[in-house]
Structures are given as structure tokens and as C-alpha cells.
């Protein structure tokens, strides 16, 4: 299995401008997660999704940042319009949901920088 | 207080010697528990997880869960410089919702 695969690897942007950050999870797995790094607060979950509905998406942090869904095989994220501040490392995760058991695999991750 | 609480380090500890690694929780509706190590410029890869209270261990990597205290640790024996990572604990909190400590970087000397 070619594991999950995020696109682009990196992406610079200029302040303002709409950020989609890709990500397809490993075949068979039902649940999709976002993350974003930085070193100063770590891996913090922005949305996931079961099944492909969103079930939290508490951790966004705000009306600019939006997820999709569309199938089982494919998500985005979005950001409009960027902000330095959304400057990190977005990891996309995906794991087959059991009871409490959720191994988390992840993608190589996107290195956003907004200018 | 934090979700999941890590001491940030730097953890140094000479190759060959034991390197024990801590975090605590504050939900106690927490389920499951895993242990990521990330190499730097890298993803995240889980290397253990713990459901019950007690030991549990996998070659050299011990893992350790008190549900009581709500403590997890990860030991890892005989350490060795490409051991040297930033360990993430991770929590369950339910529904689905794995929560990350800051990590500890652990650096092992040659």
C-alpha cells in the first residue's frame, strides 16, 4: 500500500490568497484526520471525519478553514484567505475505526508558508 | 491544564542506557494510549499503544499505564543514536478523538 499521500509537499502563498491542501488516505481505512503542527503549540486536530462525514471539527480555528469530504478515497482543506499565522506543517492521518483503538497513519505532511 | 502533558526536554541519556519518557492526561474517560516517535522533518509513525493498566512491551520499548495517576510512560533499553526523536504521546479521548502531547525530544550520545 502506497500509505497516505498528501499534496503539495510545500506550498509558499501570499497573504490573502485561498491554500487547498490535499490528501488521499490508505485504501479500506474509514476515518480521516487533519492536523496542524507548530512547534510552539505541536500536533493539534483541526477535523476528522468517520465515514466520510465530519464528526468534530471543533479545532478549526476559524470560519477560514474548511474540509471536505467528497468520497472515501479523497479530502481537502482549505484556507481562505491565508494568514501568516496559518504558517505550519498540515499532516492529513487516516485509521479503520474500532472501538478505541485508532492507530493513526500519516502522511508525509504539507509545509505551508504564507508570506 | 493541558489535554496531554509532556515535558518538552531535550532527554539526553548516553547510548546504552535506559531513556524514560513521561506523560500525563487529565480526561479520565480516557480509553487507549500510544506512543509516536517523529524523526525530525518526518510524520509521525506509532511505535506502541496500551489500552490496560499495567506493562506492555515490544522488543526494547516498554510501555506503562496507570490509569489511576493517569500516567503513561514509554521506556526504551539499550538506547541508541537512532533512537534519537521527539516521542509523542497520544491519547483517546473517545469518539475518535486522538489528542497529542508537545513531544519530548531524546537525544542519545554516542
Known amino acids: 500500500d502506497a500509505g497516505v499521500i498528501q499534496s503539495p509537499r510545500h506550498e509558499v502563498t501570499e497573504m490573502g490568497q485561498e491554500v487547498t491542501l490535499r490528501c488521499k488516505p490508505i485504501?479500506?481505512?474509514?476515518?480521516l484526520f487533519w492536523y496542524r503542527q507548530t512547534m510552539m503549540r505541536g500536533l493539534e486536530l483541526l477535523i476528522y471525519?468517520?465515514?466520510?462525514?465530519?464528526?468534530?471539527d471543533s479545532g478549526m480555528p476559524e470560519d477560514r478553514f474548511s474540509a471536505k469530504m467528497p468520497n472515501a478515497s479523497f479530502s481537502t482543506l482549505k484556507i481562505q484567505p491565508s494568514e501568516p499565522r496559518d504558517s505550519a506543517v498540515y499532516f492529513c492521518?487516516?485509521?479503520?475505526?474500532?472501538?478505541?483503538?485508532?492507530?493513526?497513519?500519516f502522511g508525509s505532511g504539507t509545509q505551508l508558508s504564507v508570506l | 491544564q493541558k489535554e496531554v502533558e509532556q515535558n518538552s526536554g531535550p532527554l539526553s541519556v548516553p547510548e546504552g542506557a535506559i531513556a524514560s519518557l513521561n506523560c500525563t492526561y487529565s480526561d479520565r474517560g480516557s480509553q487507549s494510549f500510544f506512543w509516536y516517535r517523529q524523526y525530525s522533518g518526518k510524520s509521525p509513525e506509532l511505535i506502541m499503544f496500551?489500552?490496560?493498566?499495567g506493562d506492555k512491551e515490544d522488543g526494547r520499548f516498554t510501555a506503562q499505564l496507570n490509569k489511576a495517576s493517569q500516567y503513561v510512560s514509554l521506556l526504551i533499553r539499550d538506547s541508541q543514536p537512532s533512537d534519537s526523536a521527539t516521542y509523542l504521546c497520544a491519547v483517546n479521548r473517545g469518539y475518535q478523538k486522538v489528542t497529542f502531547g508537545i513531544g519530548t525530544k531524546l537525544q542519545v550520545i554516542p
Open positions: 492521518a487516516s485509521s479503520f475505526s474500532g472501538d478505541y483503538n485508532e492507530k493513526l497513519f
Open positions: 471525519f468517520n465515514n466520510n462525514v465530519p464528526i468534530d
Open positions: 485504501s479500506g481505512h474509514n476515518s
Open positions: 496500551i489500552y490496560s493498566n
